[in-house]
């Protein structure tokens, strides 16, 4: 996997992806920033909800169960001082689809939390990671 970041001025960069996608990211305005872009520790936060998303939705689709919808809704605390790295990070899914039982959602997530989400697992080593589920 490769990745690509330019500086355009100020606090803003753009990342090319291995994979050929582009993006801008920007800073904060008290850090020169124009708001161009998400931040990058956003971006770690977006990486780390796609990639379980991406899971869940798999396993259950892999497991023939009727999902429809799924969202996943990230907070996050970070330490005051530098680095501020993530202290706590909680994932929420919602999932839905007609006929979905709450079980293969609760089983989806776990599988996803434990076993093949690596952003959420490689965070887990520096931050509390947590998740919930609801099924909507």
């Known amino acids: 996997m490769k990745a690509s970041v330019k500086w355009l001025g100020n606090a803003a960069f ?14 904060p305005a008290d850090a020169g920033g124009e708001n161009r872009g998400p931040r990058p520790m956003e971006m770690l ?16 689709q892999r497991g ?5 919808d ?4 990230v907070e996050a605390e970070r330490a005051e001082q ?6 706590r990070i909680h994932l929420h899914f919602q999932v839905a689809g007609e006929g979905l039982s709450e079980k293969a959602v609760a089983r989806a997530v ?11 697992i490689m965070l887990s080593k520096a ?3 947590t998740h919930s589920h609801e099924l909507v």
């Open 110 to 120: 776990q599988l996803s939390a434990e076993k093949y989400c690596s952003a959420s």
């Open 70 to 73: 799924c969202q996943v809704r």
């Open 14 to 27: 753009e990342a090319e992806t291995g994979s050929g996608h582009t993006l801008v990211m920007d800073g």
């Open 127 to 129: 931050a509390k990671v």
């Open 45 to 60: 936060l977006l990486g780390t909800a796609g990639c379980s998303a991406f899971d869940v939705v798999h396993i259950l």
């Open 82 to 87: 530098p680095p501020k790295v993530f202290t």
């Open 64 to 68: 023939r169960h009727p999902v429809a």
